[in-house]
């Protein structure tokens, strides 16, 4: 099966990107996973040890949360904060601190209850307060967020020129000043784990990108989000504007570069892809995918796609995540924000492990790898039968015969084809048996 290829960076931020290195090419029949994941490298805000290691940021909290006629309570932000540890997410934005009283009590909340639980592996996740470039909101940040073992803030401005001239009015080099000056401000209120977000990165001109993000970094950033506000960038287009970054700002490679892509044309998981393909080591997801407009990349699907494709493909690319907490954690989240998974979704919709073809189901009952590459269980869905295999108008006899033999029916060759046709006219009135 011939692949795509698209230039990666496999390279640590230490060293520049090679553009030349390409995916390579290779025929997997499946990829089962196991529960047991490799050992994360040791936390640091600026590097990672590991070359090939991607932190994973989840913004279900705060981006999430901004998805049209969402409100979490209290209660409910933190019980998916406890969800989130069980995942084992590398950060966990917990909100917008200076947004609103209660989004003020939330990620305080989380940053106290859920920021220093340490597991016994010593993982402990990052607690993130989002800002924008004001000191009362850099202020409001630490306040919320310095009762945790690792805080961080999350601070933003503007760069595209549709932004600078309609939205903020400002020069470019009034942007670059508060850039520089915000987060000088947070490393001096305590914080030594600062990101930058240029928003609408995607539609920004480079060499500002690349002054912008260069200041920022001698101020005292940690990591550079590049933001794909309005997602309107393609895969291979977004990969290279993470790999221009790196090759072009100075001191790149004494931060992380992440990456955080909505939805808009459908392509945030493969822009997210490309991205970490770039060179970049931190990916911003949310559960189901939801957010604002269109939503954001989903954790579930870039988890799963760098577990089943990560060795073959993508130079080796991983994860810290437990993916047996992906499905309960997508329940928990579409329970609490209403926002219902659609059954077509990747990895986590109701169809996404169910076969109605006769054609599928008389494959899936000879042998599961000739039509799944990812079993329920890798998610922590128990698999059963009707997981598999759906009854309708399209299933052949092998499907019926074998969910008889699970009611306690043994039935000749004779009596099932009268059976199965009895069934097939059924099945034209029903859509599904």
């Known amino acids: 099966m011939s692949m795509l290829t698209m230039p990666v960076s496999m390279s640590m931020s230490m060293s520049k990107p090679n553009h030349d290195v390409c995916i390579s090419r290779h025929q997997i029949t499946s990829c089962h996973v196991v529960s047991s994941v490799r050992q994360r490298p040791p936390y640091t805000p600026n590097s990672i040890l590991d070359a090939p290691y991607v932190r994973v940021f989840d913004t279900t909290l705060r981006d999430g949360e901004q998805s049209p006629g969402t409100a979490l309570t209290l209660k409910q932000k933190l019980l998916i904060a406890r969800q989130l540890v069980k995942l084992r997410v590398d950060a966990i934005e917990a909100g917008f601190p200076a947004a609103s009283r209660q989004d003020f009590e939330a990620v305080e909340m989380v940053a106290k209850e859920v920021g220093n639980e340490v597991g016994e592996d010593g993982y402990v996740p990052v607690i993130c307060g989002f800002s924008r470039c004001t000191?009362?909101?850099?202020?409001?940040?630490?306040?919320?967020?310095?009762?945790?073992?690792?805080?961080?803030?999350?601070?933003?401005?503007?760069?595209?020129?549709?932004?600078?001239?309609?939205?903020?009015?400002?020069?470019?080099?009034?942007?670059?000043?508060?850039?520089r000056n915000m987060v000088r401000f947070a490393r001096s209120l305590g914080f030594d784990d600062v990101e930058f977000s240029p928003e609408d990165a995607g539609r920004s001109d480079k060499e500002f990108l690349y002054q912008i993000l260069g200041e920022?970094?001698?101020?005292?950033a940690t990591t550079l989000n590049i933001t794909d506000t309005v997602g309107y960038t393609v895969p291979a287009e977004y990969g290279k504007l993470i790999a221009d970054?790196?090759?072009?700002?100075?001191?790149?490679?004494?931060?992380?570069?992440?990456?955080?892509?909505?939805?808009?044309?459908?392509l945030a998981t493969a822009n997210t892809i490309a991205g970490a393909c770039g060179g970049a080591r931190q990916v911003e997801v949310t559960i189901n995918g939801i957010g604002e407009k269109a939503g954001n990349?989903?954790?579930?699907?870039?988890?799963?796609?760098?577990?089943?494709?990560?060795?073959?493909?993508?130079?080796?690319?991983?994860?810290?995540?437990?993916?047996?907490?992906?499905?309960?954690?997508?329940?928990?989240?579409?329970?609490?924000?209403?926002?219902?998974?659609?059954?077509?979704?990747a990895i986590v919709g109701a169809n996404a492990f169910a076969h109605q073809s006769g054609i599928h189901q008389d494959g899936m009952l000879k042998h599961r790898g000739t039509y799944e590459i990812i079993s329920p269980e890798d998610i922590g869905y128990q698999r059963s039968n009707h997981v598999v295999?759906?009854?309708?108008?399209?299933?052949?006899?092998?499907?019926?015969?074998?969910?008889?033999?699970?009611?306690?029916?043994?039935?000749?060759?004779?009596?099932?084809?009268?059976?199965?046709?009895?069934?097939?006219?059924?099945?034209?009135?029903?859509?599904?048996?």
């Open 135 to 179: 000191e009362s909101d850099v202020r409001a940040a630490w306040e919320a967020v310095k009762y945790a073992k690792r805080p961080r803030i999350h601070m933003f401005i503007a760069t595209s020129e549709i932004h600078l001239t309609h939205k903020l009015r400002k020069t470019r080099g009034e942007v670059v000043e508060i850039a």
């Open 216 to 220: 920022v970094i001698r101020a005292g």
């Open 245 to 266: 970054i790196k090759c072009n700002t100075p001191g790149t490679q004494n931060v992380i570069i992440s990456t955080h892509c909505q939805n808009d044309l459908g």
């Open 297 to 345: 990349a989903s954790l579930e699907e870039m988890v799963m796609t760098l577990r089943c494709r990560g060795e073959h493909v993508f130079g080796g690319l991983y994860t810290g995540i437990n993916s047996r907490h992906i499905f309960s954690a997508s329940k928990i989240v579409e329970e609490y924000t209403g926002l219902n998974v659609q059954p077509h979704k």
């Open 389 to 433: 295999i759906v009854l309708g108008k399209l299933s052949g006899r092998h499907a019926l015969k074998s969910y008889l033999r699970k009611l306690g029916y043994e039935i000749d060759e004779d009596k099932l084809d009268n059976v199965f046709w009895r069934f097939k006219a059924l099945a034209e009135q029903k859509n599904v048996i």
